[in-house]
DNA sequence: CCGGTGACTGGAACGTTGGTCCGGAGAACT
DNA sequence: AGTTCTCCGGACCAACGTTCCAGTCACCGG
């Protein structure tokens, strides 16, 4: 047996190597952020633990607390880290609405492409790049003429549905949750007598739908916001 | 010192009361749900644990499991027995219109009455009553004459809209939150050369300009819906 | 070349959590 | 009286977020 009174400064054999001669770059709230998005990615939100993501990183876990206070502070960062992805379209030659599709439908498709962010959506989304598409956002409806009270509205009308949109098509095509969809459409049909309509039309869809779906509701939004502004005009 | 030998059978004092002595009504799922829920308004969705739960019905943590499987059927079912509360609109004399914006405003009220339910809405909603409530969405929606697929996008529209408005206000207006949505409104003011739209008509709204901004986007999109139904008379 | 200083690292440990095991008490039905 | 079923809870477990503190490294002024 090893003597366990040989200390930490034993056998070079068992010391870690020289700082200077490891592998990875030196550990950075950066590279734990993007390792954490690449967990959540890969594994799902339950099971970022700060355990895990140090273990991915070649750290123990208690290194990371030097770079960061919390879990939460991993969480948020990494939520806001997602939406750089989301490109800020350029001036599409004053085409407010089509600026504006292109950055919902950017905002969208990076939170279905991350799956875990609908989770974490009820955290105050107050980073840099967030801030930085609701600057653009609000900009652009101001000049498309849009003016209080709908400016506001339009703007969280917007948010709020793409966050909807995205929370519940997460809720319903997470890995491992289609056959419980699969379960729930059946229960409908089951249930029909209770359910007449659901039976019915069922909700649920099952494929690309959630696409379409998206597009007209999008629409509409967009339609009563042109129908708001002073000329009404593209 | 009282011999621990002396057993569970040891002195009447020790035990516990007869059951049927006992004051309150025998443990039981709704019991346990209604009582989940006025921990989650009280205390918030952090601080539901099996053993505060079980602590406040007066019985052993471990006792819960006999009567749910894990902390997610208690979350579950709370979730959708606060939906109870939502009141299914009578048949307004056939307008759809008053009976719709009826149903999801109250499914906005109930939302916000219990905000721990914004951070829950990321899992599968299949409780009977909010299926109930879906049912009288789409039934409506049918009888108003909106077809696929404006059906699907109708009915998702408006319930991602309200999850997404709920969600929002709910994570602004938190307890002990309004502090950090002041600080927010500060930050922008003093960031206002890399947000000037943003700090010019600021965000976060501060009082009651949530109701405004949610109706006005709710009527835009009934506006769309209705401008697709056959007659597009209300 | 040296000694110290401040930036970083991580093993051990704490308190708490969700959940399981199992031994039992009470009631109900033979 | 005995058996069975329903319900209860103490002891326990692995895992988690987080803190403490003893270190190790790179660098810097003498």
Excluded at 41 to 51: F, I
Excluded at 80 to 107: K, Q
């Amino acid at each position: 047996m090893v003597g366990k009174g040989s200390g930490s400064a034993g056998d070079v054999w068992l010391r870690p190597p020289a700082r200077a001669a490891r592998e990875a770059p030196p550990l950075s709230r950066d590279r734990i952020v993007e390792e954490a998005v690449a967990l959540l990615d890969e594994e799902g939100a339950d099971r970022l633990t700060m355990r895990r993501l140090a273990e991915r990183l070649g750290t123990g876990s208690t290194t990371l607390y030097w770079h960061l206070k919390t879990k939460d502070d991993v969480l948020d960062l990494a939520l806001d880290a997602i939406f750089a992805a989301v490109e800020i379209p350029g001036d599409n030659g004053g085409h407010w609405r089509a600026a504006v599709t292109a950055l919902i439908s950017g905002w969208r498709a990076v939170l279905l492409e991350h799956p875990w962010s609908a989770a974490l959506l009820g955290r105050p989304m107050l980073g840099p790049n967030v801030l930085a598409r609701s600057e653009f956002l609000y900009a652009t409806l101001v000049k498309a003429g849009v003016v209080e009270p709908h400016l506001t509205a339009a703007a969280y009308g917007l948010s709020n549905y793409v966050i909807g949109s995205a929370l519940m098509q997460a809720t319903w095509t997470a890995r491992g949750r289609q056959a419980a969809a699969q379960t729930a459409r059946e229960q409908f049909q089951a249930k029909s007598d209770r359910y007449p309509v659901l039976a019915a039309h069922g909700p649920l869809v099952a494929d690309g739908d959630w696409d379409t779906s998206f597009t007209i509701g999008l629409d509409w939004l967009l339609d009563g916001i042109q129908a708001g502004t002073a000329t009404g005009e593209e």
